[in-house]
């Protein structure tokens, strides 16, 4: 991976993305081409775990569509960001929440084609899982395709996270189980379920534009006679919001009906060469 100095950046060119920026402890920016993402803080350990999961990203790609770092960055010898490629005229996934409308079938459809592309992360031979896992970190192109983004918080191997997304948190507090033991190298949690499961809070979270745990059984039931998705997803919502002890979860698109989707988007071009990228990875993988 190329390396950079920090004092080598033209910050004249830069523009602040402030949504990017707005609850990290970084500062995120765009020159048109790049996305540079620069750490505010001078914790050493974790700019240290933050650089060596960086690095192992460079090995090889998981999809064309997640977009990894690229180029290290910094500053007097010490890691302090990292550049990626720039998306332009695109929007995160989670930006969707209250302005769905009549546009539910698009986003069953963005939803959908995002699990894919969690689960072709899941299968890599790396074992990486998202642990931050949420829709922030899903970007919509102007092609509406979904991309994945922000890979410094990736769990690799044995490498323990440091951050977990925080309705995850909430999810596993409501089962009475301990946060913090996710921090433990010893702890046996399957990061792949977990990952899963947060994806499914924030599909359903922002399906019904509610916090998850208020969404009635009635009311799911009722939409469920719009989109027949819901019907087959019954179970595993029941399950999350129960918090039963779930040993393994179908991704969204091994359970979605692709009527519920936009009509002509599964023979978009855009949308043709999504699936021929996930097919022929899946395959080589298995």
């Keep these: 991976m190329e390396k950079i100095d920090r004092k080598d950046i033209d910050y004249s060119k830069l523009t602040i993305l402030k949504e990017w920026s707005a609850t990290r402890p970084s500062s995120v920016f765009t020159d048109g081409d790049n996305v540079y993402k620069l750490f505010m803080h001078n914790d050493r350990s974790e700019l240290k775990r933050i650089e060596k999961r960086v690095s192992i990203l460079s090995t090889d790609d998981i999809s064309d569509y997640t977009i990894l770092p690229k180029t290290e960055i910094y500053d007097n010898g010490q890691f302090s960001g990292y550049a990626q490629d720039y998306l332009p005229d695109s929007k995160s996934l989670y930006s969707y929440r209250g302005c769905l409308s009549e546009d539910l079938p698009n986003f069953i459809w963005l939803a959908s084609a995002s699990s894919m592309t969690l689960d072709l992360i899941h299968s890599d031979y790396r074992l990486i899982r998202m642990c931050d896992m949420n829709f922030s970190n899903i970007l ?147």
Excluded at 148 to 158: A, M, R, S, T, Y
Excluded at 243 to 250: A, P, Q, R
């Design 140 to 286: 919509i192109s102007k092609d509406q395709i979904p991309y994945f983004i922000d890979f410094d918080e990736i769990k690799v191997g044995p490498i323990s996270p440091s951050v977990i997304t925080s309705k995850l948190s909430a999810y596993l507090n409501k089962k009475g189980f301990d946060v913090y033991s996710l921090a433990d190298n010893n702890c046996k949690a399957n990061f792949r379920l977990l990952d899963n499961i947060a994806f499914m809070i924030f599909f359903f979270n922002i399906f019904f534009d509610r916090d998850f745990f208020k969404i009635t059984i009635d009311e799911y039931d009722e939409m469920s006679e719009k989109f027949s998705t819901l019907k087959n997803l019954r179970d595993i919502f029941l399950d999350i919001q129960n918090l039963k002890d779930i040993k393994g979860m179908d991704y969204l698109y091994e359970r979605v009906d692709p009527k519920d989707f936009p009509e002509g988007i599964l023979e978009s071009d855009k949308a043709l060469d999504f699936f021929e990228d996930f097919n022929d990875r899946k395959e080589r993988r298995f």
